[in-house]
């Protein structure tokens, strides 16, 4: 486990033992599984809540309103059924990488195009 990670983990260990202690509050937030997606869907009854540009949004207000965030992805970012999916999933990395999640889990679909992308 890298330097990163480990340091990522005992952050999120010990950050709600340290916002006890000191009397205030922290709040999660948690997304995931956007399945290759950069834009809604469409494919919701009670309509669409998903796209990048709109996480970004919503991160951006709660970051604003509540600065102690803690942002946090499960992952499943990537999907790989055509072609046109590898160049969609670089967009949604580089797009996740602006985005300052605290920590991004990798689930095994996002590993289809090798550990180096």
Same mark, same amino acid.
């Given at each position: 486990?890298?330097?990163?990670?480990?340091?990522?983990?005992?952050?999120?260990?010990? @950050?709600?033992?340290?916002?006890?202690?000191?009397?205030?509050?922290?709040?999660?937030?948690?997304?995931?599984?956007?399945?290759? $997606? @950069? $834009?809604?869907?469409?494919?919701?009854?009670?309509?669409?809540?998903?796209?990048? @540009?709109?996480?970004?949004?919503?991160?951006?207000?709660?970051?604003?309103?509540?600065? $102690? @965030?803690?942002?946090?992805?499960?992952?499943?970012?990537?999907?790989?059924?055509?072609?046109?999916?590898?160049?969609?999933? $670089?967009?949604?990395?580089?797009?996740?990488?602006?985005?300052?999640?605290?920590?991004?889990?990798?689930?095994?679909?996002?590993?289809?195009?090798?550990?180096?992308?």
């Amino acid at each position: 486990m890298n330097l990163r990670k480990k340091i990522n983990l005992l952050l999120i260990l010990l @950050l709600p033992q340290m916002a006890w202690a000191q009397g205030s509050q922290i709040e999660i937030v948690y997304s995931g599984n956007i399945d290759g $997606e @950069l $834009e809604p869907c469409g494919c919701s009854i009670e309509g669409d809540l998903g796209g990048i @540009l709109r996480q970004s949004s919503t991160l951006k207000k709660l970051r604003q309103e509540t600065p $102690e @965030l803690i942002s946090l992805s499960s992952g499943g970012l990537i999907v790989s059924m055509v072609p046109q999916d590898k160049l969609t999933a $670089e967009y949604i990395l580089k797009a996740y990488s602006t985005l300052g999640f605290d920590a991004v889990g990798v689930q095994w679909s996002d590993l289809a195009y090798g550990d180096d992308f």
